[in-house]
């Protein structure tokens, strides 16, 4: 595949190669292909010299002129910086490989992308102009080159793109929202933590492969999503695009997120939607599930998209309070407030002893020195409430009660520092055991002060008034739990539900879905 060597070579070798097959192919007879010398002779002039050098400078002009930043594009601007072996050009010109790649790229719309992502129209005049020969006006070594960089520019931007998402979650979302400016250096809050595949070099090395094996049409249909949630939002897409704009558009921003293809649920699961303030429990075996609502993170605090595993049910749990509200809640409008840590039933622990210091005695520096912790008491009152679900993540956010049941009421509900906040925990932690336990729900029960439901915990509680309360409970196996945000998704009757923005992330996504152009 690799281009000839030598200075420059007719087109002929190339252009009216594929002109002729071209001919044959539409009237079937075999003498099309015959070739007299003054045919030959019509087209050896300068302006059908092809030269590699000058496609190759023509290239580096597209690549100087090129802003655009779509995922793949760095990899394409990688492979012809380092002037490796051309793509799409052969010996016999371009051949049928770009007109396949090109019907694709003309269906891109019904993908929720817009064909000129994909340079679509430019790469159909230039295949037009070279199989015409019509380089009255167009020098043959800028169409050449164009239609080498544009061709392989559209074709990995389609295909990574259908593979894992013309958008990389893991880039854009982890640099949304600044926590704090250390000098010149902004420190942004990582807002995404899923287990998302991206591209890498070697997916882009297999799409070249598979190129130059001629097999670009099997390629092209192997990377198409093919999951249910992402052919329901197509068929919306599809259904709306015309009809109704806000509906398409929804439909359109969350084809990307499931092109994502971040792990799928099932079996027993806990799935919260942010957008929707919704938690949805299921248990596929049981063929059971319900919803509840939540509360999540506000503005400053947005609650991380994560996937991990729930370990266990804590009751009554204490809440250490993160040092990053301790200083910028806590230091610069508490410090020494005596009536404020006792109002708020905070205590201050030296961290290396566990003595207990009394807040009047340290600074606003010491206080927020990092060598003391805050904690709450737990029990009624406390701001985790008296039940929390704990799973393994990098930012100490969990499911947990809460002693302001009152957020509930509001539509919109963020509201926390970045925990999910819930509705009915007590019907979370019953929901999740491996099998039905009347015992341990009645144990769970009375660790929170509820009255349990069995004869067995009747007489259990009357008979040890001052019982020791159930402290947690482990899940075995572990829970899938999915922290996600979808502003179209399916409810469990199957129907696609809208939900707010509340975060802006749709915005973002639609930018990035236009950078392209």
């Known amino acids: 595949m690799r281009f000839p060597s030598r200075g420059h070579f007719s087109i002929l070798l190339s252009l009216l190669f594929v002109a002729l097959l071209s001919s044959c192919q539409s009237n079937g007879k075999d003498e099309s292909l015959s070739v007299s010398r003054e045919d030959i002779k019509e087209y050896d002039k300068p302006e059908y010299s092809l030269k590699s050098r000058h496609i190759r400078q023509n290239i580096q002009q597209l690549l100087d002129a090129d802003q655009a930043q779509m995922y793949a594009d760095n990899f394409t601007r990688a492979y012809y910086r380092e002037e490796r072996p051309f793509v799409w050009i052969t010996r016999r010109g371009i051949d049928h490989r770009a007109d396949t790649l090109l019907q694709w790229l003309k269906d891109a719309d019904g993908q929720g992308m817009k064909p000129s992502n994909f340079h679509v129209r430019e790469i159909a005049e230039n295949l037009q102009t070279l199989r015409n020969l019509d380089f009255a006006k167009k020098d043959v070594n800028r169409v050449m080159a164009t239609l080498e960089y544009r061709l392989t520019q559209a074709y990995l931007r389609y295909t990574a793109g259908q593979r894992y998402g013309f958008t990389n979650p893991h880039q854009f979302m982890n640099r949304l929202l600044v926590e704090e400016v250390r000098g010149d250096k902004k420190i942004y809050r990582q807002l995404y933590d899923k287990d998302t595949p991206t591209a890498s070099d070697s997916f882009y090395h297999v799409a070249l492969t598979r190129l130059h094996e001629g097999k670009v049409g099997d390629f092209l249909r192997e990377v198409q999503p093919s999951d249910s949630l992402y052919k329901q939002l197509q068929h919306e897409y599809q259904r709306t695009c015309g009809i109704d704009s806000g509906r398409a558009r929804l439909a359109r921003i969350n084809?990307?997120?499931?092109?994502?293809?971040?792990?799928?649920?099932?079996?027993?699961?806990?799935?919260?939607?942010?957008?929707?303030?919704?938690?949805?429990?299921?248990?596929?075996?049981?063929?059971?599930?319900?919803?509840?609502?939540?509360?999540?993170?506000?503005?400053?605090?947005?609650?991380?998209?994560?996937?991990?595993?729930?370990?266990?049910?804590?009751?009554?749990?204490?809440?250490?309070?993160?040092?990053?509200?301790?200083?910028?809640?806590?230091?610069?409008?508490?410090?020494?407030?005596?009536?404020?840590?006792?109002?708020?039933?905070?205590?201050?622990?030296?961290?290396?002893?566990?003595?207990?210091?009394?807040?009047?005695?340290?600074?606003?520096?010491?206080?927020?020195?990092?060598?003391?912790?805050?904690?709450?008491?737990?029990?009624?009152?406390?701001?985790?409430?008296?039940?929390?679900?704990?799973?393994?993540?990098?930012?100490?956010?969990?499911?947990?009660?809460?002693?302001?049941?009152?957020?509930?009421?509001?539509?919109?509900?963020?509201?926390?520092?970045?925990?999910?906040?819930?509705?009915?925990?007590l019907d979370l932690a019953v929901f999740l055991l491996d099998k039905p336990d009347s015992i341990i729900i009645d144990k769970m029960r009375m660790a929170i002060d509820k009255s349990p439901l069995t004869q067995w915990g009747k007489r259990y509680l009357a008979e040890n008034p001052n019982h020791q309360r159930l402290g947690s409970y482990t899940y075995k196996p572990t829970i899938p739990v999915f922290l996600d945000y979808y502003t179209l998704y399916p409810n469990l009757k199957g129907e696609l539900q809208e939900h707010p923005d509340v975060y802006h992330y749709d915005e973002e996504i639609e930018k990035l879905l236009e950078i392209g152009d």
């Open 255 to 425: 084809m990307e997120r499931a092109r994502w293809r971040s792990p799928q649920p099932h079996g027993k699961y806990v799935w919260v939607n942010l957008a929707g303030f919704e938690l949805t429990a299921v248990d596929q075996r049981r063929d059971t599930s319900f919803t509840m609502k939540v509360c999540g993170g506000n503005q400053t605090h947005k609650t991380p998209l994560l996937s991990s595993a729930i370990r266990l049910v804590e009751m009554n749990p204490y809440w250490i309070i993160p040092t990053t509200i301790v200083r910028k809640e806590i230091v610069p409008r508490h410090t020494g407030d005596m009536d404020y840590f006792s109002r708020n039933r905070y205590r201050v622990l030296d961290k290396e002893s566990g003595e207990e210091i009394s807040p009047e005695l340290l600074t606003d520096n010491e206080l927020a020195s990092g060598k003391y912790t805050i904690r709450q008491d737990n029990g009624a009152g406390n701001s985790l409430g008296r039940m929390i679900f704990r799973f393994p993540n990098n930012f100490s956010v969990f499911l947990h009660d809460t002693n302001n049941h009152g957020a509930f009421n509001r539509e919109i509900r963020a509201v926390s520092h970045g925990c999910v906040r819930l509705e009915r925990p």
